[in-house]
């Protein structure tokens, strides 16, 4: 299997558009290599795999393709 080693930027907002957290405040990207499931949500690394070098891209995903649905108690 051929892994390669990727690094990208993030800002995560929830459903109201409010920032949650964002690698850009500490110039801090986050790096994985492909094949080892290291991100979470582990959707993520498919929808990473096509992109182009410098291309950028907003994904939406389901509370259930990412942290689960939210605990109102």
């Known amino acids: 299997m051929t892994t390669n080693k990727i690094s990208f930027h993030f800002l995560l907002k929830d459903e109201e558009g409010y920032l949650i957290d964002s690698s850009y405040?500490?110039?801090?990207?986050?790096?994985?290599?492909?094949?080892?499931?290291?991100?979470?949500?582990?959707?993520?690394?498919?929808?990473i795999l096509p992109m182009e070098v410098g291309e950028k891209k907003s994904f939406s995903f389901t509370p259930e393709e990412a942290f689960g649905v939210r605990d109102e108690s």
Request: charge should be neutral.
């Open 25 to 47: 405040d500490a110039n801090l990207p986050i790096q994985f290599t492909t094949g080892k499931k290291e991100l979470f949500p582990a959707i993520l690394e498919s929808k």
